[in-house]
């Protein structure tokens, strides 16, 4: 049992070079989450999901793509990638509205 | 879901003490939840407490919500030095919204 795993840990990308985060998790949890944590901000959500086929925009939505064809992948997609993306990435999931999150261990993005 | 708001932003203390940090919301809170994070690595779930729980506990770690005051707090008894990491409170229901932490450090 894995838990929540992300690749890559640590990316550097060109301005305007896309690329796409990936998460994915085995616990066959409904919900999952995307987060940027930048120094002093905490968390802030990015894209969510509800389930397979649902997804709807956090608090800094613009900038990045989801997509949740599958329960256990939920990848975060960045078309042109700009110095302001530089940040660490969280993707987060669980079971249901009223359970606890699980949390990757982070994927570290510098944008030059 | 709506973001909280942890207080104080920063605490330190001596092993051993007690550490208290606060959350506050604008609005009614259905599912509080905490979470540690240790220094560059994803967030850990502490406890949950549920609108209809006023306390609880898990070891060292104690919650109390006030629902008319929209607050939560957080104690953790006889800190050790492992305790040092930032701690954020987050309401649940289809996300999670935090607030921007609280970073503790526990002296030697």
């Known amino acids: 049992n894995a838990g929540v795993t992300q690749t890559p840990k640590f990316q550097v990308l060109k301005t305007g070079q896309s690329m796409t985060l990936q998460c994915a998790q085995d616990m066959n949890h409904e919900y999952m989450s995307w987060y940027r944590q930048d120094p002093g901000m905490g968390l802030r959500l990015i894209h969510y999901?509800?389930?397979?086929?649902?997804?709807d925009q956090g608090e800094v939505p613009n900038g990045y793509n989801v997509s949740r064809s599958t329960t256990e992948d939920f990848p975060l997609r960045l078309l042109s990638a700009a110095p302001s993306q530089t940040s660490v990435y969280f993707c987060a999931s669980s079971y249901n509205r009223r359970t606890e999150a699980f949390f990757g261990q982070g994927t570290r993005l510098t944008v030059v | 879901s709506q973001q909280g708001e942890e207080d104080p932003q920063a605490l330190s203390i001596q092993e051993g003490e007690n550490a208290t940090m606060n959350c506050s919301y604008k609005t009614s809170i259905n599912n509080l939840q905490w979470y540690r994070q240790n220094s560059g690595r994803g967030l850990v779930h502490l406890i949950l407490?549920?609108?209809?729980?006023r306390e609880k506990h898990s070891g060292r770690l104690r919650v109390t919500l006030d629902t008319s005051k929209k607050s939560s707090s957080l104690l953790i008894t006889a800190s050790r030095a492992a305790d040092t990491a930032s701690y954020f409170c987050g309401d649940r229901d289809d996300k999670i919204i935090f607030g921007k932490g609280t970073r503790l450090h526990i002296l030697p």
């Open positions: 407490i549920r609108s209809n729980e």
């Open positions: 999901s509800v389930g397979a086929g649902i997804t």
